[in-house]
């Protein structure tokens, strides 16, 4: 233990700058450099500490991700996209309703087919097909502007109206002309109708094939048809079309051109009457008759 004159001394004579070195200062410099230490953890620290907050995040996200239930069953559609079809869409063109698929062999499977029972005219009367016709909706569609833009006029040229279109044939599976055997027709695809005649808005039912109808009608109803139609076939095409006409759009492979046979016939000439003057009764035969002699 220092004596009273050593701490005497001390006093009166130790410099501040020499007690300042007297204090504690390097505990205080340790205890200063264990906090910071302590509170600043090293590396594998931050890593435990960074998979901890990455397993808490994945958890979380995985406790949000609730399993949604099952989507309820889409009823059964038409057997086509509606917008594939602009008659479906605007009925200021015809009245036409979407099918389910025609279930038949091979390629009598439409899938696209519609029921087309009227077309719309741009006055708003309408044409009624009789009866209604099952076509695929490309072909109906040709159908509707045939009749709005050409079969129309060619019929209003006659003196009336067009008031209907008599509906021979359509869909039906079959092979070409009804042949067993036979390469399958377009009918069996839904993608062609046979026409036999139309009805005015008088009473009128003019035939198209119909030599006594006016030759002008037919022959504009020949030149329209075969220049929308990859198909036309009529009188003198092959002895199946005498009384209707047959059109369809027949995908033909490139280079070969559209098909139409169609004769526009006169009507049969009359027996000139003239030349049934009835020829004048044969004379009578006279027997020979033995004379005597003078």
Known sequence: MRNGAELGLLGTCAHPDAIDGLRPVLPSRRIDALSTSSLE??????AVLLLIMLLAAVGGAAAEVVPLPRPRPVPPQASHDAPACQLLMNSELAIAAPLQTLDGPGDCAVTDAVRLEAVVMPDGSRVALSPPATLR????????????????AAALALGAPLRGIDNYASYHCRGRNNVVGAQLSEHGKANAIDIRLVRLADGRRIGLTDPHVARDFRERMRRDACQRFSTVLGPGSDGYHEDHVHVDLQERP?????????????????????????????????????????
């Open 254 to 294: 490139r280079g070969r051109f559209a098909m139409c046979q169609w004769q526009v016939l006169d009507p049969p000439v009359e027996a000139d009457d003239s030349e049934n003057v009835p020829l004048p009764p044969p004379r009578p035969k006279f027997e020979a008759t033995a004379r005597g002699k003078l």
């Open 137 to 152: 909706c490309s072909m109906a569609e040709a159908i509707v502007h045939w009749v709005r833009e050409d079969l129309a």
């Open 41 to 46: 953890p090293d590396a594998g620290v931050k």
